[in-house]
């Protein structure tokens, strides 16, 4: 049987570091504030020349050197993002051109913070039916720039990065199981309600979100689709070796490893230095606990994601 894993993994963030008492000159905040309701402590913001297929571009380089991988064996690009260079063409077209990769199908993926645990159960299936034997799989976003910068309810909360994986052709797992969900009656909860019309912006091209609602919401479907990740490849939790969930808020990442019964010591944290990078924010953080050696070859990782949509999902593999 044909299976899916992942041979390296990379991250890229932009350089220009904004600590929250920079915000708090400019805005009613405060470092105390911030780190206490979220545990963020920093994020990172994009040079304006910088689009998300340019950090989608180093994150990639590495994982591809991680996985000792050439370009030219990429046979499948998806590019998780809300916030894509253009209309069009994709981010994940003009990362392909980037790379020098020819042919093989590239495309956008669009499920906000859950976008890159999406985009490798999208790549998995490629890979397992026989269509992909390489495939790379990249969450990528500049938030910074859909952020309102005098609302301090949301602008203090996200920052910009990208991390990639290559999945490729095995046979053994890799990824054991992938559970999808969306449920669009709650897409109001999470929105950058606005469009382009006419050279106009029409609606918002803000960021905005009701804090506690998604909070609560988060918390009981990371609990649950952690669970169905994990009962669909007949584990338990006590199987899990590190919970990455999406990097939102640490009170977030807390609740739902309690609920999950998850101890806090096999838990990866990076939200205190990255803030909400959204389809970026699981890539960065395996690669930085591959990086510094906490998670090895053979270790069982479930990776969780949440967003707008509202998007939910969880990929449970071995590394
Ligand atoms: O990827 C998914 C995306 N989003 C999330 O995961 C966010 C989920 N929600 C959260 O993380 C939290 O709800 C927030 C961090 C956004 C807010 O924390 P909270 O504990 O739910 O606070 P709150 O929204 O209930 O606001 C409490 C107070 C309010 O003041 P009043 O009305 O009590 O006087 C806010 O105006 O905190 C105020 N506040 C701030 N104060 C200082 C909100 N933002 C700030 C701020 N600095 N940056």
């Not at 906490?294 to 949509?309: K, S």
Request: glycine share 10%; with cysteine; proline share 4%.
């Amino acid at each position: 049987m044909r299976h899916s894993r992942i041979a390296g993994v990379g991250g890229f963030l932009p350089p220009r570091v904004v600590t929250n008492d920079e915000l708090a000159q400019r805005l009613d905040t405060s470092d105390a504030w911030i780190r206490e309701r979220t545990g963020i402590a920093q994020r990172h913001v994009a040079d304006p020349s910088q689009g998300s297929s340019d950090l989608a571009l180093e994150a990639s380089r590495r994982a591809l050197d991680a996985a000792r991988v050439d370009a030219a064996a990429i046979d499948l690009i998806i590019v998780a993002t809300s916030t894509p260079d253009y209309i069009f063409p994709s981010s994940a077209c003009l990362l392909q051109a980037k790379l020098g990769v020819k042919n093989c199908p590239a495309f956008d993926l669009q499920a906000v913070c859950s976008g890159f645990v999406y985009g490798l159960a999208t790549a998995d299936q490629f890979v397992r039916s026989g269509q992909a034997k390489c495939a790379l799989v990249v969450g990528a976003e500049v938030f910074s720039r859909i952020m309102d910068w005098n609302d301090r309810g949301t602008c203090v909360l996200f920052g910009d990065g990208a991390g990639a994986v290559v999945l490729v052709a095995g046979d053994r797992p890799g990824i054991h199981s992938s559970v999808l969900r969306a449920d669009g009656t709650q897409a109001g909860m999470l929105s950058v309600p606005g469009n382009v019309s006419g050279g106009k912006i029409i609606g918002s091209p803000y960021l905005q979100m009701n804090g506690p609602q998604v909070f609560k919401f988060a918390v009981k479907v990371l609990d649950e689709v952690g669970r169905e990740a994990l009962a669909a490849a007949d584990a338990t939790i006590d199987d899990v070796d590190w919970l990455i969930p999406h990097q939102a808020n640490v009170r977030i990442i807390d609740a739902t490893a309690r609920k999950l019964g998850i101890p806090a010591h096999k838990v990866i944290v990076t939200v205190d230095l990255h803030g909400n990078t959204s389809a970026a924010s699981v890539p960065l953080a395996l690669d930085v606990a591959v990086r510094d050696g906490r998670i090895q070859p053979g270790h069982r990782v479930l990776l969780e994601g949440v967003g707008g949509g509202f998007t939910w999902g969880a990929v449970y593999l071995t590394m």
